[in-house]
């Protein structure tokens, strides 16, 4: 094969979040040769759609690649979106969106091939493809942010489901009759694990009058989040300790369901409570071991991500790749 002709083939992965558009310009080899991020200042969907068709072009301008080198364009979008139509649904980040063809819409102006799938179900895939999952062809990815969101990659794919929402996970009941969770449930993992929760436990209790050396940030009406919470855990504050160990908690009890579930090599953990690093997966180690089945050992490999906040951009362009190849 020409070499020259590969390595001018670039596909663009794109990250829709909530107050950013992210591109990259990412080689077959999974390397990013360009990149720009852009504040979503217009969020109505033909707006949108314009602003993804100009950072393409960007993007192919700053990788020096031209326009009929682009094999397709990548969309990890927040959910719930239907893969098997490329339609966004009625995600709650994104007001005013409902049932837009968001796939159609950017085929017809590109005319390449588009793939559009949940932020989840991208970070997951990039995570498999070029950062914590290289090794592997079976990955859970759990990223602990606002929520927890979560893809579920097998045997180098990614599980839709027939209802094409599989690996909600985040929604997980790890407590029986635990606490309400917006979605309907009581129990969810993302009501204890996720960096918005752990953040709002700890403020709740503040206020509920538990001593804790965050209470004057919180009583001065000041935003604490989980790396706040897992700093301070670390230098020994009870409540502090208490709210992350509980996180841990649920997280090893979610992991030993992911387990069992899908039996994949690796869950990988990213997202702000990720940033903790040891002080986040040793501690949900010491809760797996402590309850994890001895029939069998079949324990994934859990340890925290690599591509940070590139995981959406880079495994958008990989799922692209994949379907090329
Ligand atoms: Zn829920």
């Known amino acids: 094969m020409d070499e020259s002709i590969v390595s001018s083939e670039i596909v663009i992965g794109i990250d829709l979040g909530a107050t950013n558009l992210k591109g990259a310009a990412v080689g077959r080899d999974a390397r990013v040769i360009a990149r720009h991020t852009q504040p979503l200042d217009r969020t109505e969907p033909g707006a949108v759609i314009a602003d993804m068709v100009s950072l393409v072009g960007r993007l192919l301008d700053a990788a020096s690649v031209e326009r009929s080198s682009l094999v397709g364009v990548g969309v990890g979008s927040p959910g719930p979106l239907s893969f098997s139509t490329g339609r966004i649904i009625n ?11 968001l796939r159609d819409r950017l085929h017809e102006t590109l005319q390449v091939p588009i793939v559009l799938d949940n932020d989840g179900n991208v970070a997951a895939f ?48 790890v407590a029986v009759d635990g606490l309400p969770c917006p979605c309907g449930q009581c129990g969810c993992l993302e009501q204890y694990a996720s960096a918005g929760a752990v953040a709002r436990r700890v403020e709740a209790a503040i206020r509920g009058g538990e001593p804790c050396a965050l209470s004057q940030r919180v009583n001065e009406g000041k935003r604490i989040d989980a790396e706040d919470v897992a700093g301070c855990a670390r230098s020994g504050d009870a409540l502090c300790l208490r709210v992350w160990d509980e996180a841990c908690l649920h997280l090893a009890v979610a992991c030993i369901s992911i387990q069992h579930a899908f039996n994949p090599a690796r869950i990988v953990l990213g997202g702000g409570m990720a940033s903790a690093g040891a002080f986040l997966i040793d501690r949900v180690l010491d809760h797996v071991n402590r309850q994890r089945w001895k029939l069998h050992d079949d324990l994934p490999a859990i340890t925290v991500a690599e591509l940070g906040y590139d995981a959406g951009m880079i495994g958008a362009a990989g799922l692209v790749w994949q379907q090329a190849d």
């Open 126 to 173: 990039g995570e498999y493809w070029a950062g914590a999952g290289v090794d592997g062809k079976d990955l859970v990815m759990l990223t602990l942010g606002t929520g927890v969101g979560a893809g579920v990659v097998l045997d180098g794919r990614i599980l839709h489901g027939h209802f094409d929402n599989a690996a909600e996970l985040g929604h997980m009941i």
């Open 91 to 101: 995600p709650t980040n994104l007001p005013g969106w409902k049932d837009v063809p």
